[in-house]
């Protein structure tokens, strides 16, 4: 079944759900229709299913990066100068467009499907509860300030990328200069100096 929710995944990230079949993705990946729609139930459990995956591994791949630098610096003046250009580099520019986009999509199409919002709400639940702890550890270590919930920085930070994406729609976005330094005025307001 992981060759198929590859198979459709691929798919999604560079086209339109509404052209995934699933006879297609049987016959590219040599998975039986029957065995397909017994594991997931129906095309939309599939494509839920890997919708699920996508938005999993997207901010999953974000996580081991902090989790790198909490893993590899000791001070604080170690941190800032590791720290700020990631923050920026995960909210902003332009190969993260499309990660923006697909995580938004994800999220737009959960609100009119309820199984898909619940396998990522669970998602998101664990991921942000990842990213807060990555968050308490480094207020333990006094570099970021302890009197904001570590869950509340996590959110923060997702709120910037979602923030981001819906500006990537926008006729007049941001410029990427203003965007990374607004970052960066808030990234150094939340260290513990």
Known sequence: MQAVLDAVADRLMTGDELLIRIPEICEATGVNYGSV???FGSREGVIDAAYDMIFTRLVEEDIRTFAAVNESVETLDEYLKVMAPIVSR?????ERKERRAMRFRIVAAASTRPR???MIGTSQARLTEDLCVLTAFAQSKKWIRDDVSPKALSVLFQILVFGRALDDV???PVEETAWEQMIGVLFLDLLNK
Request: hydrophobic share 15%; charged share 20%.
């Open 37 to 39: 729609y017994h594991h």
């Open 90 to 94: 995960l909210s902003s520019g332009p």
């Open 170 to 172: 926008s006729s007049d």
């Open 116 to 118: 898909l919002k619940e």
